[in-house]
């Protein structure tokens, strides 16, 4: 651990020069956010938190909150609302290290490793599979996104800073799109920060609620149980968790009430492949709102837009997500010899995204003063989101997971 402190204050460090802050009142506010953040890492992972109902039988546990080890950001953040709102001296002397955005894009790039591996060791699927894949996320996006604009716009009269990054968050792939589409349009730190912090919230709930009503509705489809996860769970820690609790428990019914065992990990590799469409799709997201709000939102007056604009407007951290991700697959596409040794590899680095991203989440809740999020609107944002999450996001991602992946079945054993 001592090691793991050691390597991140040294690698943070530099991007600490490079935004010019002070390195020194860094690394002391560094410190307490490592071990704040760590401490709730370890108790999000306490097995009667976090064990889901298919590892609960190696924890040798009767029952657990089955909220994944996931649940660390959760109380990281409550740690770090805690500090911000209660402790304002302890959240000052931390001010330099308050940075969630440097660690959320830092993880969102090891991540990126992390999902090209798996997409290599995913070639294995069907074609059609594979296909129907991203045909269901690219209509997904776009009736999501557009419905959740407009109902922010419309019915709640939230700005364009706050629906954007908020339709992002809502529609599809939580976390890295509201960063991502916060970075292209220019919004203010506050607001992925408050989206952010929902997504995570409502994906525990999804988690909880979603593998269970795929069981006893879709067991005769698993695979659309599969892509149902991959579309309808916004993070995706939560999104492939979901899947493996829908593998096992779609499979334990198939053998126990039809007398079919279906192979493991195809139900859950439909949900991990709908998932990695989704990430990808996310940079070229950005950039078509880069685009939009360069040329028609934001424009300068009596001026054309121009290329260099919307590259200073795109978030450059997707650039390095797309880059781990093609060289990571090129690897394991091209040597596949060494797949082994690259998931090992980025299995490793993954324990890394996910001290970034607990990281995240403590100093989210550091800068989430309570009485300004709910000046700036925090109660509609969460009505929003349980409007659109649950009226009809989680029913249109459960239909087109039917439309595409429909008849389709796993190898039988």
Same mark, same amino acid.
């Given at each position: 651990m001592l090691l793991t402190y050691v390597f $991140? %204050?040294? %690698?943070? =460090?530099?991007?600490?020069? &490079?935004?010019?802050?002070? $390195?020194?009142? !860094? &690394?002391?506010? !560094?410190?307490? @956010?490592?071990?704040?953040?760590?401490? =709730?890492?370890?108790?999000? =992972?306490? &097995?009667?938190?976090?064990?889901?109902?298919?590892?609960?039988?190696?924890?040798?546990?009767g029952w657990s909150l089955n909220l994944t080890n996931e649940a660390g950001y959760i109380v990281a953040l409550i740690a770090g609302l805690v500090v911000g709102n209660f402790f304002p001296g302890l959240a000052a002397w931390m001010k330099e290290a /308050?940075?969630?955005?440097?660690?959320?894009?830092?993880?969102? @790039?090891? %991540?990126?490793? !992390?999902?090209?591996?798996?997409?290599?060791?995913? %070639?294995?699927?069907?074609? =059609?599979?594979? !296909?129907?894949?991203?045909?269901? /996320?690219?209509?997904?996006?776009?009736?999501?996104?557009?419905?959740?604009?407009?109902v922010a716009r419309r019915y709640f009269k939230f700005s364009r800073e706050w629906s954007a990054p908020l339709a992002s968050g809502i529609s599809i792939c939580g976390v890295s799109a509201a960063i991502a589409t916060g970075s292209a349009i220019r919004a203010r730190p506050v607001v992925p920060v408050m989206v952010s912090s929902l997504v995570v919230i409502f994906a525990v709930m999804e988690l909880l609620l979603l593998p269970f009503l795929a069981q006893t509705f879709l067991s005769h489809q698993p695979m659309v149980a599969g892509a149902w996860m991959g579309l309808a769970v916004k993070t995706d820690g939560a999104a492939v968790t979901s899947g493996a609790v829908t593998d096992a428990l779609i499979r334990a019914r198939a053998l126990a009430e039809y007398g079919i065992q279906y192979k493991p990990g195809w139900i859950m590799g439909v949900t991990t492949t709908v998932k990695i469409f989704i990430d990808i799709f996310i940079g070229i997201w950005a950039f078509v709102l880069a685009w939009i709000w360069a040329a028609k939102i934001d424009p300068k007056r009596g001026e054309k837009v121009k290329v260099i604009e919307i590259w200073e407007r795109f978030p450059k951290f997707i650039l390095g997500y797309v880059a781990t991700f093609a060289i990571i697959l090129a690897v394991g596409l091209l040597a596949p010899a060494l797949v082994p040794k690259a998931k090992a590899a980025m299995t490793q680095a993954n324990v890394f995204r996910g001290i970034f991203f607990v990281m995240t989440f403590f100093t989210i809740g550091v800068i989430s003063d309570f009485r300004k999020l709910w000046q700036e609107g925090i109660g509609k944002l969460a009505l929003v989101y349980v409007l659109c999450l649950f009226g009809f996001i989680i029913w249109i991602g459960l239909a087109i997971s039917w439309i595409f992946f429909h008849g389709v079945k796993p190898p039988v054993m």
């Open positions: $991140l %204050l040294a %690698l943070t =460090s530099i991007g600490a020069r &490079a935004l010019h802050l002070n $390195l020194q009142r !860094f &690394a002391k506010g !560094f410190t307490a @956010v490592f071990g704040a953040a760590y401490l =709730s890492w370890f108790a999000g =992972s306490w &097995a009667y938190i976090a064990a889901t109902p298919d590892k609960r039988a190696a924890f040798h546990i /308050i940075r969630p955005e440097l660690y959320i894009k830092t993880a969102i @790039v090891i %991540l990126g490793g !992390f999902l090209g591996i798996t997409a290599a060791e995913q %070639l294995g699927l069907a074609t =059609s599979v594979m !296909f129907r894949g991203v045909c269901a /996320i690219i209509e997904a996006y776009l009736i999501y996104w557009a419905v959740v604009y407009y």
